[in-house]
């Protein structure tokens, strides 16, 4: 007979611990919402191993996404109502009856006063006690006062020793420990802490913002986002750099703390960038602006990033990633999508490129993740092929689509050409621009429609003629190619002197500027890095000093 998965087994305990009756709800709000935050845990996980196991199971994973995304939305819910006390004794703790009053003949009698002296209850910190003079107590006539969440219980008489050692006077001032001085930095930047489990020296906090976690901390363990490990030292930097940019995942953010202030990486580094992700560059040249996207290598569009050589951040859909995140992020975006998703035998129409849109929204970790998005099409990707609903779940539950900029350039250009004759003849402008003349997708369709009715004045104006627009692009494409050749002899001539970084950094201008010639660009690289510094080594050059190019690097060809 075969045992019960592991995870099945973790999700099971959870759903006892959580959701039995006769404590559902009952303990301290800390309690409570640890109970439920480890049923969404649990429920996670089990989807995520049954997914990458490729479970054939359509209905039980559609049942398991719905359950996973109400643990996860009742969670939060809780999490968020535990923040206020008050709410939460009024919304959800159940009256207590008041314990009897023992009698005074069953009170036990202490010890006399001048045997008494505090001591702490079990796992009660020394600085959660604080010396405060009694009312109308002389100096030096002290009594202590429990801090806040420290019953008046916990403090119990014990005898004094016959012959106390002599020790200092005690100190007024207790140090704030790494308890206090997590909370005190999280309620700098807006943040809550939030006891998770445990307690004592073994207790596990929770910084959330609006119930979304931010950071764990426990004693034991230190500091982690994601998983990830983070510095006691770094915790202040990384909760700046999360209320700066809080759409980032963890791994973003870390490397953000690191390399703060980087550029984005050239073309050649993007290439090598984009390998270590399974990813490749595309360049797109749109409205006279070059554009460098690293895309699936099955789903060329919508790009994982698209950026500007000279920006300062890269664009994943809505998700803005400054230079110095991008590392981390093509890594939690590699972590949270299958590359073999792209290339699965699917019946659904365009499904590469519906896929790629939705992506943006099921990195982990980050501020754009929706969970319902995320399991619909953890569900489409197990679904037999021609079965469409949960990819269709998974668009309806997504926000309106957002273009990358090279995207938008190329789009709304095409409107402005287009929309009026399509309008004049009666036709359907959005639908006829998305099927012939950008190749668009459904959603696409929809981001021109959108459009046109914002922008009214593009069904208004002139059409423009289709010769005067082959007149521009041809223009255009002249102008791109002559500006290619220029910089492709200054890329020669920097060869020549021995400045070969040089050289190989004018000719990716060069492709930048003419990406259509690639391979030539990329065939004179190979020179240069072959050929060294030396210009008489150089591949095609007739001899030593002769100053003429060779046919593979002279510009312009």
Not at 184 to 207: F, I, K, N
Not at 252 to 271: C, I, W
Not at 441 to 459: F, G, M
Request: glycine share 8%; proline share 11%; aromatic share 4%.
């Amino acid at each position: 007979m075969q045992g019960t998965r592991p995870d099945a087994a973790a999700l099971k305990g959870a759903v006892h611990a959580a959701l039995d009756p006769r404590k559902e709800l009952a303990g301290p709000p800390g309690e409570v919402t640890a109970r439920f935050t480890a049923l969404a845990h649990a429920a996670q996980a089990l989807t995520r191993n049954l997914t990458d196991d490729r479970y054939r199971a359509p209905q039980f994973m559609a049942a398991l996404c719905r359950f996973s995304e109400a643990a996860e939305r009742t969670t939060g819910r809780l999490t968020s109502t535990a923040q206020d006390p008050a709410l939460w004794v009024r919304v959800i703790a159940a009256p207590q009856a008041a314990p009897a009053t023992p009698s005074a003949a069953e009170r036990p009698m202490p010890p006399p006063p001048s045997q008494l002296q505090p001591t702490l209850a079990p796992d009660t910190a020394a600085s959660e006690l604080q010396p405060v003079p009694s009312p109308g107590a002389t100096a030096g006539t002290l009594q202590f006062r429990t801090a806040r969440g420290v019953a008046a219980g916990e403090l119990q008489p014990v005898p004094t020793p016959a012959n106390p050692p002599e020790s200092a006077p005690p100190s007024l001032a207790f140090p704030p420990g790494p308890v206090e001085q997590l909370a005190e930095t999280a309620a700098s930047h807006g943040l809550t802490v939030m006891p998770l489990q445990g307690t004592g020296p073994t207790q596990t906090l929770q910084v959330v913002d609006a119930g979304r976690a931010v950071l764990l901390y426990s004693a034991a363990a230190g500091a982690a986002a994601g998983a990830l490990r983070v510095q006691d030292a770094d915790v202040p930097a990384y909760l700046t750099a999360y209320r700066a940019h809080p759409h980032l995942p963890p791994p973003a953010l870390l490397d953000l703390l690191q390399h703060e202030g980087t550029a984005l990486p050239s073309l050649s580094a993007a290439r090598e960038l984009a390998r270590n992700h399974d990813l490749e560059v595309r360049i797109v040249r749109a409205a006279g602006t070059a554009y460098i996207t690293l895309c699936e290598p099955a789903a060329p569009a919508p790009p994982v990033l698209s950026y500007t050589p000279g920006a300062a951040s890269a664009f994943h859909g809505p998700c803005e990633i400054p230079a110095g995140a991008v590392p981390g992020y093509l890594a939690a975006y590699r972590h949270s999508v299958d590359q073999g998703v792209f290339t699965r035998e699917h019946r659904a129409a365009d499904w590469p490129r519906r896929v790629a849109q939705l992506t943006p929204h099921v990195v982990e970790g980050s501020g754009h993740h929706i969970p319902e998005v995320a399991r619909n099409l953890q569900a489409a990707a197990l679904a037999q092929a021609g079965e469409t609903r949960f990819l269709d779940r998974a668009e309806l539950a997504a926000p309106p689509l957002t273009l990358t900029a090279e995207r938008q350039a190329q789009i709304t250009e095409a409107i402005t050409d287009n929309a009026a004759g399509y309008h004049r003849a009666g036709g359907d402008p959005a639908r006829y621009i998305a099927e012939g003349h950008i190749d668009g997708s459904d959603r696409e369709q929809d981001w021109i429609r959108t459009y046109i009715k914002a922008h009214p004045q593009v069904i208004q104006a002139d059409p423009v003629p289709l010769s005067a627009q082959q007149q521009r692009h041809a223009a255009a494409a002249a102008a791109q190619t002559a500006e290619a050749d220029r910089i492709s002899r200054v890329a020669y001539a920097a060869f020549t002197v021995g400045q070969p970084d040089e050289a190989l950094s004018l000719l990716d201008e060069a492709e930048l500027a003419d990406p259509i010639r690639g391979d030539l660009w990329e065939r004179r690289r190979a020179h240069v890095r072959q050929a060294g510094h030396t210009p008489a080594q150089q591949p095609g050059v007739a001899g030593r000093g002769s100053g003429q190019p060779g046919p593979e690097l002279e510009a312009g060809q």
